[in-house]
């Protein structure tokens, strides 16, 4: 169903032009930015920071820059990331969490600890996969994705936060931090431009399964779909 959705022209279409305008507007901020030095480096090389604290490594005498791609560089980098996710897996024999680069085939549920089922599984790889097809970082993405979503009602349960800091801070790494920095912490990575686009992609494949991949639903349509959400 990843694929499908993917490879559907109008989708392809929409992220390949979302790409585009990200890159442009990147490239063209970069040109106005004011950039500190913040280090010169071994080998002729200075380290800048701009006015977001983003950093830049660039050669002795040259000026941070960024080169956006064209249309056609970034449907081909598209393309090779989704053929490249069809036909390789890397998996690896543990019960970690899988993550971008690995599908683990022993992961565990954090909650319940079992191991996760089939379809649990298909879930994580096409998330992760996701995420290798579809790298949303830098300033665009993050600003688009704040602006449709509220951080201030987020809250954890004690089940949630103590999950958490048992996958990130093991007893073997110290100290663990304070309760409002881990809360923090989880709400950066929550409502990164990644995670929502993957979290809100297959919140969609549920609702819609079985539909046209560039279907616009309604929530009509969502209580009709009770069996898969």
Same mark, same amino acid.
């Not at 969609?204 to 560039?214: I, T, V």
């Given at each position: 169903?990843?694929?499908?959705?993917?490879?559907?022209?109008?989708?392809?279409?929409?992220?390949?032009?979302?790409?585009?305008?990200? $890159?442009? #507007?990147? &490239?063209? @901020?970069?040109?106005?930015? !004011? +950039?500190?030095?913040?280090?010169?480096? %071994?080998?002729?090389?200075?380290?800048?920071?701009?006015?977001?604290?983003?950093?830049?490594?660039?050669?002795?005498?040259?000026?941070?820059?960024?080169?956006?791609?064209?249309?056609?560089?970034?449907?081909?980098?598209?393309?090779?990331?989704?053929?490249?996710?069809?036909?390789?897996?890397?998996?690896?024999?543990?019960?970690?969490?899988?993550?971008?680069?690995?599908?683990?085939?022993?992961?565990?549920?954090?909650?319940?600890?079992?191991?996760?089922?089939?379809?649990?599984?298909?879930?994580?790889?096409?998330? $992760?996969? #996701?995420? &290798?097809? @579809?790298?949303?970082?830098? !300033? +665009?993405?993050?600003?688009?994705?704040? %602006?449709?979503?509220?951080?201030?009602?987020?809250?954890?349960?004690?089940?949630?936060?103590?999950?958490?800091?048992?996958?990130?801070?093991?007893?073997?790494?110290?100290?663990?931090?304070?309760?409002?920095?881990?809360?923090?912490?989880?709400?950066?990575?929550?409502?990164?431009?990644?995670?929502?686009?993957?979290?809100?992609?297959?919140?969609?494949?549920?609702?819609?399964?079985?539909?046209?991949?560039?279907?616009?639903?309604?929530?009509?349509?969502?209580?009709?779909?009770?069996?898969?959400?």
């Amino acid at each position: 169903m990843l694929f499908s959705r993917l490879e559907n022209p109008s989708l392809f279409a929409q992220l390949t032009e979302f790409i585009r305008h990200a $890159e442009a #507007g990147e &490239e063209e @901020r970069l040109k106005q930015e !004011t +950039f500190t030095l913040i280090k010169t480096l %071994a080998g002729g090389m200075n380290l800048f920071r701009d006015s977001l604290g983003n950093a830049h490594m660039v050669k002795e005498g040259e000026r941070p820059s960024f080169s956006a791609r064209t249309r056609d560089e970034i449907e081909k980098d598209l393309r090779d990331r989704i053929e490249r996710q069809k036909t390789q897996t890397t998996i690896e024999f543990s019960d970690d969490i899988s993550d971008a680069g690995r599908i683990c085939v022993g992961q565990l549920h954090p909650v319940s600890g079992k191991r996760l089922s089939t379809r649990q599984m298909c879930l994580a790889e096409a998330h $992760e996969k #996701g995420h &290798e097809i @579809r790298p949303l970082d830098g !300033t +665009f993405f993050k600003s688009y994705f704040s %602006a449709a979503f509220d951080e201030a009602p987020v809250s954890f349960s004690p089940v949630e936060m103590e999950m958490y800091c048992k996958l990130m801070y093991p007893p073997s790494d110290g100290a663990m931090p304070e309760p409002d920095t881990i809360k923090q912490q989880l709400i950066e990575y929550l409502f990164s431009p990644h995670e929502l686009m993957e979290r809100m992609s297959q919140l969609k494949k549920l609702l819609w399964h079985g539909w046209e991949s560039n279907i616009h639903g309604s929530p009509s349509c969502v209580c009709s779909r009770p069996l898969y959400f």
